[in-house]
T-cell receptor, first 114, second 115 residues
Framework: AQSVTQLDSHVSVSEGTPVLLRCNYS??????LFWYVQHPNKGLQLLLKYTSAATLVKGINGFEAEFKKSETSFHLTKPSAHMSDAAEYFC????????????FGTGTQLKVEL | DVKVTQSSRYLVKRTGEKVFLECVQDMDHENMFWYRQDPGLGLRLIYFSYDVKMKEKGDIPEGYSVSREKKERFSLILESASTNQTSMYLC??????????????FGSGTRLTVV
């Protein structure tokens, strides 16, 4: 079965410094991968998606992620954190053969300090 | 602006009550989903539906049922609420095969407390 592992449950950065949220996936196929963000008291919003086209994916709000098959990773990065980036982030993978039952990671809480 | 609307933001119910959580989408999506979200566990799929009157169990269906009588509405039912069902419940919708396109559209969630 497919799965994703978010390596950090909490990440704390200073405003203006880079953000790195780590995600490793496990699958025997080429998955589609997503990052979602959830701000406090809000629903989940799609940040970006990888669907076997370019391995470097750009998303909203300056975030990007790189699909590395050799490392089975899909880490989320941003060059400079903003206070408004404080939220919970979820790495998500599709099931074998595509389909609609997404598997979510356990989430990484990002804290941005002044 | 497209929307998935969950009828209640906060809900408090007593143990043993029958609880209905409602979700409505205005995007004419075929697929609808119910997840529960718990700290440290991420989102876990309870049930999903790919058409009217069609449903499939997700990863944690025990203690829950669902109803989809109309395309736009997907209801989650807790037959006899228990304290371990205290959680945030999230509804989502998508077109078939949209996972390789735009992903899901989520509602804002219903935080259910069972006392």
């Amino acid at each position: 079965a497919q799965s994703v592992t978010q390596l950090d449950s909490h990440v704390s950065v200073s405003e203006g410094t880079p953000v790195l949220l780590r995600c490793n996936y496990s699958s025997s196929y080429s998955p589609s991968l997503f990052w979602y963000v959830q701000h406090p008291n809000k629903g989940l919003q799609l940040l970006l998606k990888y669907t076997s086209a370019a391995t470097l994916v750009k998303g909203i709000n300056g975030f990007e992620a790189e699909f590395k098959k050799s490392e089975t990773s899909f880490h989320l990065t941003k060059p400079s954190a903003h206070m408004s980036d404080a939220a919970e982030y979820f790495c998500v993978v599709t099931p074998p053969g595509g389909g609609n039952k997404l598997t979510f990671g356990t989430g990484t809480q990002l804290k941005v300090e002044l | 602006d497209v929307k998935v609307t969950q009828s209640s933001r906060y809900l408090v119910k007593r143990t043993g009550e029958k609880v209905f959580l409602e979700c409505v989408q205005d995007m004419d999506h075929e697929n609808m989903f119910w997840y529960r979200q718990d700290p440290g566990l991420g989102l876990r799929l309870i049930y999903f539906s790919y058409d009217v009157k069609m449903k499939e169990k997700g990863d944690i269906p025990e203690g829950y049922s669902v109803s989809r009588e109309k395309k736009e509405r997907f209801s989650l039912i807790l037959e006899s609420a228990s304290t371990n069902q205290t959680s945030m419940y999230l509804c989502a919708s998508s077109y078939p095969g949209q996972t390789e396109g735009y992903g899901y559209t989520f509602g804002s969630g219903t935080r259910l407390t069972v006392v």
